[in-house]
């Protein structure tokens, strides 16, 4: 007998909701809390951008009572407090949210797994109110993408007119005043990242099909900037010309420095990610920890102790680390009897293998030299880890 399929509702229409719709609340809180200076089309001022990205620090802001009045009428808390959403430097948000005020292209580049994506998104949503005008960059990524297509249609019906114009994340943004989205700018063609020179020198598009009118040229309204990702592992793939460098401030990265605040962060996440899938977060925090050891190891080519350790070619990233973390989540609310630490060598193994072949020899070696030397050490945990090497067979 055919089931029926349950009916979505508010809650479960989307996997992952957008940074807007995520900290709605958060963001009409901040736009009345701060009723300072903001930059032209800005929905926040620079400083409760900055707020809202790296938190309040525990502290619970206060509403005065005469700003408790939100979007449509609706009445907002007399205080919250912000919880940081980006685990890093608040001098490298700072920076970003200046570039964005000067209305500079921002380039955020970094190592794969370094949450580019989630600080550009965050940054959009806080800015402008919405991250949605966004460019996927890919090989097959066309100038249309950056600049305008057209509905095909009116375009034999009528010719080239306004109404037949598709504005691209690109033009609308400029049309409105907002920050466009582009990620992984260097996977596009080099005659397509081009399209964004003029864009952002000049500050205006120009329609040839549409010139001798009012419609020939479009310029970007007070507001418009432009934050692109870069992966420098695709460095020389489509490399960047200097003149569009240039145009974009530079802003890296980098992989979270604390041990601790990387296992918290990969905690919550995994713990999101298994909610989602409707179970409930159960791995022990020694196993934890005891992956968190081994990607943090892996990824800076040395141990917490001093020993060297080589490492793979494979961006062992907090990214792939709550993947594993959420992994063994999942396994253990719906496989019973999964034990966490047996399936850990499986999965490091199915992260090592994606990019090339001999990293596998390099986690048998991770595993012949700091695993096994925890493990003599007396090591409980370790030693489990050790004895299970043939899981990396």
């Known amino acids: ?30 736009a009345a809390y701060d009723d300072g200076a903001r930059p032209p089309g800005w929905a926040l001022t620079p400083r409760a951008v900055v707020t809202f990205i790296r938190g309040s620090d525990g502290e619970a802001l206060k509403l005065p009572a005469d700003r408790r009045t939100g979007p449509a009428g609706t009445e907002l808390p007399a205080s919250m407090s912000i919880p940081a959403k980006f685990v890093g430097e608040r001098s490298l948000v700072e920076r970003c949210v200046v570039t964005l005020a000067g209305e500079r292209g921002l380039l955020l580049v970094g190592e794969p797994g370094t949450a580019k994506s989630m600080l550009s998104e965050l940054l959009a949503a806080a800015v402008c109110g919405t991250s949605a ?26 010719g080239p007119t306004p109404q037949a114009l598709v504005d691209s994340p690109v033009l609308t943004a400029m049309r409105t005043g907002r920050v466009v989205r582009i990620e992984e700018v260097t996977r596009c063609l080099p005659e397509v990242q081009d399209a964004l020179v003029s864009i952002l020198s000049d500050r205006r598009m120009n329609v040839p099909e549409l010139s001798g009118t009012d419609d020939g040229l479009i310029r970007a309204a007070p507001g418009f900037t432009v934050i692109a990702t870069a992966n420098l592992r695709d460095r020389g793939v489509s490399e960047m010309s ?50 968190v050891t081994v990607f943090r190891d892996l990824r800076s080519g040395r141990s917490g102790e001093g020993w060297d350790v080589e490492r793979p ?12 973390a959420a992994s063994l989540g999942l396994a253990a609310a719906y496989l019973p009897g999964a034990d966490g630490l047996e399936l850990v060598p499986g999965h490091l193994l199915g992260v090592v293998r994606k990019d090339d072949q001999n990293d596998h020899a390099r986690l048998l070696g991770y595993w012949d030299g700091p695993v096994r030397r925890r493990a003599e050490d007396g090591s409980a945990m370790w030693r489990r880890l050790w004895d299970l090497r043939e899981n990396l067979r």
């Not at 993408?145 to 095909?152: D, H, I, M, S, V």
């Not at 494979?314 to 990214?319: D, I, K, L, N, R």
């Open 1 to 30: 007998m055919a089931h029926a399929r349950p009916t979505a509702t508010a809650e479960t229409a989307a996997q992952v909701l957008s940074a807007e719709q995520r900290y709605a609340d958060e963001l009409a809180f901040l």
């Open 313 to 324: 070619g494979t961006v062992m990233s907090t990214a792939e680390a709550v993947q594993v």
């Open 133 to 158: 005008l966004t460019v996927q960059g890919t090989a097959g990524t066309t100038e249309d993408a950056l600049r305008y297509g057209w509905n095909y249609a009116l375009l034999l019906a009528q």
């Open 242 to 291: 200097s003149a569009l460098k240039r145009r974009f401030n530079f802003e890296t990265v980098h992989p979270i420095a604390d041990a601790q605040t990387e296992t918290d962060l990969i905690r919550r996440q995994a713990t999101a990610a298994v909610q989602r899938a409707g179970a409930a977060y159960t791995v022990d925090d020694a196993v934890l920890d005891a992956l």
